[in-house]
């Protein structure tokens, strides 16, 4: 009999079906890269909240929200993307394409703000759709697709805007993203955000189209035979990445009170590393959505710690960077060193007992 060298993701996948679940809960809700992530958040948090001054100020939280808040909200769908083993570069581009037009129409077109929001997360819905389609139904690799539609996408926002900055939305809706919620330091924008988090949560953790996404990221091919519409639901999930950075788009537009061409430029770096920081692996069917959260708190902690530091933006942009490829490194080798741990212990427990009957031993027939 012939024996398989499994790769990464059937590496992983091993390793899940017997060491995992051989421990009891408490270990499996500890032991694992999202818990990891969580505890670097509160050990840089707690240490820049000692160390760095300013850090510790009154408006700490609510400056890391209101300026993380689109990189939360397009992440929470590219966490379902990158689980099904693709990868969606245009997000910042669909962004900024989205900002465009919602400035467009409400200051050169005098349209309502809901109503030019509604048509920009249509648009963007669309922008999203025209890659999952190339990527689904024509066969194309998404990276190859997404820096392909990150040009294109990015050129329709400079067509529209002409090189020009667009200025003067509404002062209600213009305050509405930054305004605290009461009297604490939360702004309105994690009101979105948790909903929809919860419902990507439930969506990926919960439900059928959820445990599909797990099995694309496993092998597209077992998942089709094993009766998954492997096509649409990567069209679906391109889809929802295009319409939640078109809402992420809206935000940023009226809390800047003004788009631009370069509009939203360098998120997809930081939106791809939280992710992958976050436990995602970059080989598809693995992640959670709670370490995703995680991880991009931590790098908007880092972000705010080394700013306040006094650390130039060439210094944040390394650490991302090296994040970045740490993630991809750990997401790579880990599984292929965990799965060489438990094969004695697998091997034993199929290993056939020799029962003993006082002094007389019977050999198991081979």
Do not use: C
Not at 7 to 22: F, G, L, N, V
Not at 114 to 138: K, M, R, S
Not at 240 to 251: E, P
Not at 324 to 350: K, T
């Amino acid at each position: 009999m012939s024996t398989l060298t499994p790769d990464a993701p059937q590496a992983e996948r091993a390793t899940r079906t017997y060491p995992s679940y051989s421990r009891n809960l408490l270990a499996r809700l500890l032991l694992n890269r999202e818990a990891a992530v969580i505890l670097a958040l509160v050990v840089v948090f707690v240490y820049a909240m000692g160390n760095v001054q300013y850090f510790d100020g009154p408006l700490t939280i609510y400056n890391l929200l209101k300026e993380y808040a689109p990189i939360l909200l397009m992440a929470l769908p590219m966490t379902l993307i990158i689980v099904t083993g693709e990868i969606d570069l245009s997000v910042a581009s669909t962004l900024g394409a989205s900002a465009a037009i919602t400035g467009v129409l409400v200051v050169e077109h005098d349209l309502s703000v809901p109503t030019a929001a509604l048509v920009a997360i249509a648009a963007g819905a669309a922008l999203g759709a025209l890659n999952g389609f190339f990527v689904a139904y024509v066969g194309l690799p998404s990276l190859a697709v997404t820096i392909g539609s990150l040009a294109l996408y990015r050129g329709l926002a400079q067509g529209l805007i002409q090189d020009k900055r667009i200025s003067g939305f509404p002062g209600d809706w213009r305050s509405w993203p930054t305004e605290r919620i009461g009297d604490t330091q939360y702004p309105n924008i994690i009101i979105p955000i948790v909903v929809l988090a919860v419902v990507f949560g439930l969506l990926l953790h919960f439900t059928g189209f959820g445990r599909s996404i797990f099995e694309i990221g496993l092998s597209d091919e077992a998942a089709h035979f094993a009766g998954v519409n492997v096509a649409r639901t990567k069209l679906i999930l391109f889809t929802l990445s295009g319409a939640v950075a078109a809402f992420a788009g809206v935000y940023v537009a009226l809390k800047a009170n003004s788009v631009a061409t370069d509009t939203g430029t360098g998120f997809e770096l930081k939106v791809i590393a939280g992710v992958l920081l976050g436990g995602v692996s970059i080989f598809g069917g693995r992640g959670a959505l709670h370490g995703v959260i995680a991880g991009v708190l931590l790098i908007a902690v880092l972000n705010s710690a080394l700013q306040l530091d006094g650390q130039g933006s060439e210094v944040i942009q390394i650490i991302i960077g090296l994040l970045l490829v740490g993630s991809v490194i750990a997401s790579n080798f880990l599984p292929r060193i965990r799965a060489l741990l438990p094969r004695r212990a697998v091997a034993d427990a199929a290993t056939p007992k020799t029962p003993v009957n006082g002094d007389h031993t019977r050999k198991v027939a081979q």
